[in-house]
């Protein structure tokens, strides 16, 4: 999690930036700012889960500052804790009225700031936990419906999930980017929501009019996803965007090539490409699994990521269980 001090005291930034780490939680990522002007231009670039702002300071006072963090829909959600010298009874109304959740005065007892503080971090903890835990219900079955139309199984999504996760975890990406790609994943062809019926259920081969109304899902995907400020759904926008990108170049909808894919984007092309071709479609029959391997063998380098398929093939009996834990 990423705490924000704001004071103009370099002596009172340090003292709480040591409680927070010391006391606290040593993981917490720190950010330090001395005036409220230069916070609100960091929050631009940076998410930030909870604010410990002084209310007097040079400039921009504090009281304005959360008005224009609360102000804004990109920060409007984030915890405001005034920790300040102003102990009137106004200034402390003040504090609560534009936006603060908490008002701390200075000189703080370490025991009380420490034990405050904790107690939103774990509100904001549980919230995001309950949030995440929403977004992954409501992606499964998005993915789901977006599978239905084109009459596939529910289990494809299941499938892609499991997958995309163990690959993630074979190349050596940390748990937490692991369990993003394998909550995301299911969303990889949610845009096919938006193709006609005409072109997602023909049993036949596409028209090159069709094929370019159909690479559209990649795009619509996206910009289904694109300004979210969650993780999940981020990540899912790389998934939708960059599925169909090929390691060669050539593939859409932005003719990435190599690294610039995501590695979201190349592990999804993957696992999806391998369950897909494994799996009766409209438009075609499955395929036995040594002309699956062969496939993905003779396309490294081309459409995938030669390193990726490597890890795969030498760790194929891992996926087969997956695909025969949630066969259709």
């Not at 939680?25 to 604010?51: F, W």
């Not at 997958?163 to 937490?176: D, F, P, V």
């Not at 993003?180 to 081969?205: E, F, R, Y």
């Not at 990649?218 to 790389?238: D, H, N, P, V």
């Amino acid at each position: 999690m990423r705490v924000m001090i704001v004071d103009d005291s370099k002596t009172i930034v340090k003292i709480v930036s040591m409680l927070l780490e010391k006391k606290i939680d040593s993981e917490l990522e720190i950010v330090q700012c001395s005036s409220g002007e230069v916070a609100l231009r960091k929050l631009n670039d940076i998410e930030v889960d909870l604010i410990l702002l002084d209310v007097v300071m040079d400039g921009m006072d504090g009281f304005e500052t959360c008005q224009k963090i609360k102000n804004n829909p990109k920060t409007e959600d984030i915890a405001v804790i005034f920790l300040t010298s102003r102990t009137e009874e106004d200034d402390i109304i003040k504090g609560f009225e534009v936006g603060g959740i908490d008002y701390i005065s200075k000189p703080f007892r370490e025991t009380e700031f420490i034990a405050r503080v904790k107690t939103q971090l774990k509100i904001i903890k549980l919230q995001k936990r309950e949030i995440e835990s929403t977004q992954s219900e409501v992606i499964l079955k998005m993915g789901e419906i977006g599978e239905s139309r084109s009459e596939e199984t529910a289990n494809h999504v299941k499938r892609v999930a499991e997958y995309s996760y163990l690959l993630a975890e074979l190349c050596g990406l940390e748990e937490n980017e692991c369990q993003l790609l394998s909550t995301a994943s299911p969303m990889h062809d949610i845009g096919k929501v938006s193709t006609p019926d005409n072109i997602l259920k023909k049993p036949g081969k596409l028209t090159k009019e069709e094929f370019q109304e159909m690479q559209k899902h990649t795009t619509i995907g996206y910009k289904l996803f694109a300004s979210s400020r969650g993780e999940i759904l981020k990540t899912a926008a790389i998934v939708a965007h960059e599925h169909h990108e090929k390691y060669n170049g050539k593939g859409y909808p932005r003719g990435l090539k190599g690294n610039e894919i995501h590695i979201y984007g190349r592990i999804t092309a993957v696992v999806d490409v391998f369950d897909a071709l494994g799996s009766e479609r409209v438009y075609k029959k499955a395929w036995e699994l040594d002309k699956i391997t062969s496939l993905l063998i003779e396309e490294k380098g081309e459409h995938f990521d030669p390193y990726l398929v490597d890890l795969f093939m030498d760790n194929i009996d891992k996926f087969l269980k997956i695909r025969e834990k949630f066969k259709d």
